[in-house]
């Protein structure tokens, strides 16, 4: 079994910054990738970026040159650093472990951009 845990959201102003980590533990084997989701109230849950395990990245074209997803493989650890944030990027922020064998979901990060 793996867990992520999440953690960095908060309150925070427009053009502010946020990092957001993700940290996975117990029996951690073959990962495709891990993944930052988001769910907005009344919206669909869709990928907001996705580091995969040989370190490629990429990025829904909303947050493409103001987002970042890096990890620390060391620690298990994934990050989002968001920087230049909008109202529109209000959200549960959820981290997702994309395995070999099967997929697992954090319990979720709010975010809320506002003045």
């Known amino acids: 079994q793996v867990q992520l845990v999440e953690s960095g959201g908060g309150l925070v102003q427009p053009g502010g910054s946020l990092r957001l980590s993700c940290a996975a533990s117990g029996s951690i084997f073959s990962i495709n990738s891990m993944d930052w989701y988001r769910q907005a109230p009344g919206q669909q849950r869709e990928l907001v970026a996705r580091i995969t395990s040989a370190g490629a990245t990429n990025y829904a074209d909303s947050v493409k040159g103001r987002f970042t997803i890096s990890r620390d493989n060391a620690k298990n650890t994934v990050y989002l650093q968001m920087n230049s944030l909008k109202p529109e990027d209000t959200a549960v922020y959820y981290c997702?472990?994309?395995?070999?064998?099967?997929?697992?979901w954090g319990q979720g990060t709010q975010v809320t951009v506002s003045s």
């Open positions: 997702h472990l994309r395995g070999v064998l099967r997929d697992y």
